[in-house]
Nanobody, 135 residues
Framework: QVPLAESGGGSVQSGGSLKLSCAVS????????MAWFRQTPGKEREGVAS???????SYADSVKGRFTISLNNAKNTLYLQMDGLKPDDTAMYYC?????????????????????????????WGQGTQVTVSS
């Protein structure tokens, strides 16, 4: 049984939007750090956004102001709303989770939080969903 399952990827033109979903029922009712990562061929997996038990969120600098991570507890579903998509956002996107209770992040000078989590911090992964942004 796959612990997490993504959906919602696809192809879109530059400036468009997509919303990714991830079923996270295994983590219902407990502490957690949930996140989205992305990876392109030949590169390491990059953290994109996170949300923790206290609903604190953080983002990679490259997506701040464009992407929004959220969690619907009633539906046990994690989301990533992606607006203002750019060709550089093209990648395989993965959701990831562990028991947290918080995620690795730091507070930036503008009072936003930057996500610093790495692959080895997460116990469970989805199979990935492809996002392709054309110029």
């Amino acid at each position: 049984q796959v612990p997490l399952a993504e959906s919602g990827g696809g192809s879109v033109q530059s400036g468009g939007s997509l919303k990714l979903s991830c079923a996270v029922s295994k983590y219902g009712g407990g502490t957690f750090c949930m996140a989205w990562f992305r990876q392109t061929p030949g590169k390491e997996r990059e953290g994109v956004a996170s949300i923790d038990t206290y609903f604190g969120t953080s983002y990679a600098d490259s997506v701040k102001g464009r992407f929004t991570i959220s969690l619907n507890n009633a539906k046990n579903t994690l989301y990533l709303q992606m607006d203002g998509l750019k060709p550089d956002d093209t990648a395989m996107y993965y959701c990831a989770a562990d028991r947290g209770p918080s995620c690795t992040r730091y507070r930036s000078g503008d009072n936003s939080y930057t996500f610093l989590g790495t692959e080895d911090e997460f116990d469970d992964w989805g199979q990935g969903t492809q996002v392709t942004v054309s110029s």
